[in-house]
């Protein structure tokens, strides 16, 4: 049995984990991640991709309100290439009368978020698909986020910095010197560590008992549809008090609406199922929202397990779901429970991941006596140099002259510093209490101005500080913005990929000049998501892609409309040979089959169960018999 030693053992790679590896990793703790799955196979994977405002908790709970924002500002800098700043308004049906939206303004204004009252009229000008009746609507600055790729960009940049992840094998104990945890089991291998933190989401409760604590969790099924078009481009909620059913996020090509929220017992979180009550249920309270909900099709449904903390420990588990604390829980578990070595960090959101990580990591650094600050708030993770917001204006001025360029000048026309960077408003150096994290919040709300987004002004992020501690200049912040601008430049003078590129580039930013789009690169695989040969090969390279599940969650693949009908051949072949198993291309497509098919039955009505007899037709004729089936 190999063993192996390390400051700190990460068990879970969802949001939570990964976002912790990286911390670790900058803080330069000697690091590992074990993940019993591929990425984000938790409720990181199976969520609503809603970048929170904090909007939806000020009224109820401001303290996640005022983290929500925080992180919501910070994620737009430093995971732009992860994050689509669509906004989001709170539309008033009839029904739900004008006095939730007074209450919601006036919270939102006490938790710094920039939420403005706009005229039916106008919001249906943003938004024409919202219900035509509406009596009021506020606009806030939600957005929608790729929890995917912000996990796996965390992950990328944590090993780029040192740590170790491994992937698909699951902690089975714990390793114990006396009270204390040491390390963790896999099947094969023994992992020794200063300090073990459990961040498994709902399973942190297992996990828990597993090593002799314990924690008293609230398993949450929440059930979500997805519709195969974007019916708009803005976040819309419900300005009601937080309920079930009440909001839809434009992700990509598609609009996911949802959720549900009922508990469930911890053995059924392992397979999630959506049921057909559910999906009624979505829909009637979707089309009251936006009538033309009735005629989209449904191409899947989906559920997810949140990981909810009931408040007082001691207290039944009678609670129900909206009850229960959204919060960030972090629990130390020596003083807690008397286990040494051991922390939980659970509860939160995938929009306040990043800060979940940084508070457990800075328990991890107090107990191992470390004193390194956290620097996740600054530095951009892979692919973040372009705010996503510019990214229209990039394309459109892609003609715009070298003199024009990002570098050259700030998006107020200011010049830039020698070290090409450009400062906080505030200019303080980051504390560990966070302060540059509310001077980055107040930059943006305090004038309440919107920054003026042009291809001759594109932002550049600043970058000052390396893990080291030392002083870099902007780490290739001007040269990715340049040489990104000319990758798409060359992508979009290609007649064959020019939206593939755009593609590559709205979802991997400037790692996309890592792809190589010459000869057999530029052959497009999946034409709903636009996924280029080039761009299978990286996320090969990079995330450690194992079938064709896992290349889904990296590139989006077959998440579009047919639902991977069209593609799924061509890729698991191209799969198989870029991993040197050919052989394995049938069993690929089936275990993918197997999946969507899963998520499509709860919706085979209409057009999805003609896509769905088209799908099965074309396959069971490359595959033996029944051996699709919804298991
Ligand atoms: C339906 C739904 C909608 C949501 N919508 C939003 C939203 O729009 N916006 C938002 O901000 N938040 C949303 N959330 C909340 C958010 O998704 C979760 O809070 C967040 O993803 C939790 O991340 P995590 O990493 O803590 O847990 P998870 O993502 O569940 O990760 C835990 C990981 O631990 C792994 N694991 C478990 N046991 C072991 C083991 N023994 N060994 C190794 N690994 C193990 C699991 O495989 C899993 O990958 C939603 C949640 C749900 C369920």
Known sequence: MKMKKYDVIIVGGGATGTCMARDCALRGLKT?????????????????????????????DPESAREC???????????????????????????????YQALLVQKCAEAGIDARIITPKKALSLAPAINPNIIGAVKVPDASVNPFL??????????????????????????????????????KEEYYASQVVIASGIWSAKLAE???????????????LVFGHRVTNLVINRCRKPSNADILVPEAVVSVFGTTSDKVPFEECDNMRVTREEVDFLLKEGVKM?????????????????????????????????SASRGIVLLDHEERDGVPGLI??????????????????????????IDAECTTAEIPLPGSYLKRRSFGAFLSGLGAKKEDTPASKTSSGAKRTSSGAKR?????????????????????????????????????IEVEKTVSGEKKSVSGAKKSCLAVRSVAQKLCSKETIPYAGIAALGRHGSETLKMDFTGEGAEIVCECEQVTSAEISYCVKEFGVR?????????????????GTHCIQRAAELLAIELGVPEKAEEFMKDYLQERWKGMTPVMWGETLREAEFMRSKYSSLLAEGEISAK
């Not at 992840?165 to 390793?175: C, G, Q, Y």
């Open 32 to 60: 590992l991640l074990i993940e019993r799955e591929d990425l984000c196979d938790g409720a990181s994977g199976r969520n609503h991709g809603l970048l929170h405002s904090g909007a939806r908790y000020a009224v109820n």
């Open 69 to 99: 924002i925080a992180e919501n500002l910070i994620l737009k800098q430093i995971a732009s290439n992860c994050v689509e700043d669509t906004g989001g308004l709170f539309i008033s049906l009839p029904e739900d009368g004008l006095d």
């Open 150 to 187: 912000l996990s796996d960009v965390h992950a990328l940049d944590a090993v780029r910095h040192g740590a170790d992840i491994v992937k698909f094998k699951a902690v089975t104990s714990f390793l114990k010197d006396g009270d204390s945890v040491v390390g963790v089991k896999t099947d």
């Open 210 to 224: 597993m090593a002799g604590a314990h924690i008293d969790m609230y398993p949450s099924k929440g059930s979500l």
């Open 290 to 322: 936006l009538p033309s909900l009735a005629s989209t099709r449904i191409i899947r449904a989906y559920a997810g397990v949140r990981p909810l903390i009931l408040e007082d420990s001691k207290s039944s588990l009678q609670a129900d779901g909206r």
């Open 344 to 369: 939980t960090i659970t509860g939160g959101k995938l929009t306040t991941a990043r800060l979940m990580a940084e508070k457990a990591a800075d328990l991890v650094c107090k107990k191992l006596g």
């Open 424 to 460: 906080t408003s505030s200019g303080a150096k980051r504390t560990s209490s966070g302060t540059k994290r509310t001077s980055l919040g107040a930059q943006k709300t305090s004038s309440g101005a919107k920054k003026p987004y042009s291809a001759a002004s594109l932002p550049v």
């Open 547 to 563: 079938n064709l599940n896992d290349l889904r969650r990296h590139t989006r693949i077959g998440m579009g409309t047919c639902q």
